[in-house]
């Protein structure tokens, strides 16, 4: 929902927009509409009280331009200009209009019991009031929330999810019918918004979870430069042979995925780098997928492979549990435990292990193909716990 400011080609170049409320979030939208049905690019530039300017760009796709104001340009209190120009394809640039903008000081929070106040975080995730009946409760819930928040990236995300219900502040709210593709298709709005590539889109989620329907999951393929800030959250779902959350070019942090059930898959990544997260699979699944992806302090979970790594992947001090813990071919392992049914950590000829690795399994704690001569003296000496069996079909 927000409030639209609204510009016209023909109109005066002073156009008065009273106020605006400056710990309002992705609040406040300029719409430009053009005579003419061409394209080119909305140029939007805030000069705020504190003398600071800002500017950000946005496409015009036949004669209306849509730029939604970042948090940071109404951040200051006071008067803040807005000037918006227009590039043509032509390479031609005017400025018709410059909006003035008053800044309002937030109301600030309700006085708790006693001496303490509670901060409302409301930028970001939580009325942390409503989930207490007394100061000191409040106080708590307020302070997990704020752990939380400190990986959004300060100020930087474009749109909040949350569960429909929850508590948490949230720019859209799931229903579980329809939240897989409701957080798709925000994906795919946002980057048809952004002029290239180059600029990030970041996407986080808040409250305890986020449940799909069956049979249902997030393809984010097709969108390069994404941020996904989980705060922990875990969302859940059950969808057979497909993997409930795939990703290519995406920074992954703090999120958990389980897909449970026979052939399910927690998390895929290519070309990517996830950090403090974990991918739960189920019988004959795989917990995390890792594609020319680096993994830090993640955790992949499930019947079968646990965490499978292929095409130059980078994993540190990760660690994997199922039939086959961590399975590597052509990627690094450092730091990095295995538990296996079968097998702790298997590598292909072409895997490295830098050292600190462990694997405990039924069968065989490390095990590296036969092929890998004479890499495994290296990987032998590199090696730094745990034991190690070379085995293959030619010893």
């Known amino acids: 929902m927000y409030r639209d400011i609204i510009l016209k080609e023909n109109q005066a170049f002073n156009a008065v927009f009273d106020n605006v409320v400056s710990d309002d979030l992705h609040a406040y939208r300029v719409i430009y509409q053009l005579n003419n049905p061409i394209n080119g690019t909305l140029k939007v530039s805030v000069k705020r009280a504190d003398g600071e300017t800002i500017t950000d760009t946005a496409p015009v796709i036949d004669g209306v331009g849509k730029y939604v104001l970042k948090n940071n340009m109404y951040s200051k209190q006071g008067l803040s200009l807005m000037r918006v120009a227009v590039a043509d394809e032509m390479g031609s640039i005017v400025t018709p209009h410059e909006v003035s903008l008053t800044v309002l000081e937030p109301f600030g929070e309700a006085d708790a019991e006693g001496d303490d106040r509670v901060p409302a975080l409301s930028s970001l995730i939580v009325q942390a009031t409503q989930a207490a009946g007394s100061a000191n409760a409040a106080l708590e819930a307020a302070n997990e929330a704020l752990d939380r928040a400190e990986g959004l990236g300060g100020g930087t995300i474009d749109t909040i999810f949350?569960?429909?219900?929850?508590?948490?502040?949230?720019?859209?709210?799931?229903?579980?019918?329809?939240?897989?593709?409701?957080?798709?298709?925000?994906?795919?709005r946002l980057d048809d918004e952004r002029v290239s590539d180059e600029t990030p889109i970041h996407i986080a989620f808040t409250g305890d979870k986020i449940t799909l329907a069956y049979g249902t999951g997030i393809d984010l393929t097709g969108h390069d430069n994404l941020y996904i800030h989980g705060n922990g959250v875990k969302i859940e779902g059950k969808f057979g042979y497909n993997y409930l959350l795939y990703?290519?070019?995406?920074?992954?942090?703090?999120?958990?995925?389980?897909?449970?059930?026979?052939?399910r898959y927690g998390i895929n990544a290519s070309n990517s780098t996830l950090s403090n997260c974990e991918g739960i699979g189920g019988d004959y699944g795989k917990g995390i997928n890792a594609s020319n992806s680096t993994l830090s302090n993640c955790t992949g979970n499930s019947e079968y492979y646990g965490i499978f790594a292929t095409n130059s992947s980078t994993l540190s001090n990760c660690t994997g549990s199922g039939y086959y813990g961590i399975t590597?071919?052509?990627?690094?392992?450092?730091?990095?435990?295995?538990?296996?049914?079968?097998?702790?950590?298997?590598?292909?000829?072409?895997?490295?292990?830098?050292?600190?690795?462990?694997?405990?399994?039924?069968?065989?704690?490390?095990?590296?193909?036969?092929?890998?001569?004479?890499?495994?003296?290296?990987i032998a000496e590199n090696l730094n716990r745990g034991e190690i069996t070379i085995e293959g079909v030619n010893n």
Not at 338 to 357: A, R
Request: proline content about 1%.
């Open 328 to 378: 590597a071919d052509n990627s690094t392992l450092t730091n990095c435990t295995g538990t296996g049914g079968d097998f702790g950590i298997y590598l292909t000829s072409s895997s490295i292990l830098v050292g600190g690795c462990e694997g405990t399994g039924g069968t065989y704690n490390i095990f590296i193909e036969a092929s890998a001569y004479p890499q495994d003296l290296t």
């Open 247 to 263: 990703v290519v070019g995406c920074w992954l942090h703090d999120i958990i995925v389980e897909n449970a059930g026979e052939y």
């Open 162 to 188: 949350a569960m429909a219900g929850s508590n948490a502040k949230a720019d859209i709210y799931l229903e579980q019918s329809t939240a897989a593709q409701q957080i798709m298709d925000e994906v795919a």
